[in-house]
């Protein structure tokens, strides 16, 4: 089956800087990546996703970028702001059919003012 | 307002007790989800439902059961045989997968805890 590593485990920038979360699957026939904000308490809530088909995806200040070939996807957050303190986690999906999505084990962002 | 419902927020189970964990949804959605959150593990699938009266277990389907004779219901039963019941339960409904991937919706939980 699919296993999905998330890298880090926990990350505090400043207000105003950058933050990359990185994941990597095993499955090279995963095609579909979305990413789960979880804030404290809170349910996930997907905040971007990419197809295999893309290998970036942007919204706003938040970009989504793929490599398919080093089997890797990373989460960009620019221009940080202390509401964009949570728990993000990345997940993957095989294709073909029904397939569950794996999920990475999460990085607790902390944006300080 | 579409979304999915999870009740209680906060259960508490005795010792050989069964607890049900309820998941309703209103979004049209065939797929539905539960999964177990722990500290520092992610989320991991206990068992999932494509369609009405169809359901599979996931990852970590020992002592859980589920029935799906609904398509806005989807409960979860913490059955006594689950020695370490203590978590944080998530429901979740989607499109269906097919080729293409499709993101989940999930409810706000429950917070189970052994009395």
């Known amino acids: 089956g699919e296993n999905v590593e998330q890298h880090p485990s926990t990350l505090s920038v400043q207000e105003g800087d950058s933050a990359v979360i990185k994941c990597t699957y095993s499955?090279?026939?995963?095609?579909?990546f979305p990413w789960y904000k979880q804030e404290l308490g809170k349910r996930p809530q997907l905040i971007i996703d990419?197809?295999?088909?893309?290998g970036e995806k942007k919204d706003q200040r938040i970009a989504v970028t793929l490599n398919k070939t080093a089997k890797h996807f990373s989460l960009h957050i620019t221009e940080t702001q202390p509401e964009d303190s949570a728990v993000y986690f990345c997940?993957?999906?095989?294709?073909?059919?029904?397939?569950?999505?794996?999920f990475g084990t999460g990085t607790k962002l902390q944006v300080i003012p | 307002d579409g979304g999915i419902t999870q009740s209680p927020k906060y259960l508490f189970r005795k010792e050989g007790q069964n607890v049900t964990l309820s998941c309703e949804q209103n979004l049209n959605h065939d797929a539905m989800y539960w999964y177990r959150q722990d500290p520092g593990q992610g989320l991991r699938l206990i068992y999932y439902s494509q369609i009405v009266n169809d359901f599979q277990k996931g990852d970590i389907a020992e002592g859980y059961s589920v029935s799906r004779e609904k398509k806005e219901s989807f409960p979860l039963t913490v059955t006594s045989a689950q020695k370490n019941p203590t978590a944080f339960y998530l429901c979740?409904?989607?499109?269906?997968?097919?080729?293409?991937?499709?993101?989940?919706?999930f409810g706000d939980g429950t917070r189970l805890s052994i009395l």
């Open positions: 990419i197809r295999s088909n893309v």
């Open positions: 997940a993957a999906r095989l294709s073909g059919g029904y397939q569950k999505v794996t």
């Open positions: 979740a409904s989607s499109i269906p997968h097919d080729r293409e991937g499709q993101p989940q919706h």
């Open positions: 499955d090279s026939a995963s095609n579909y």
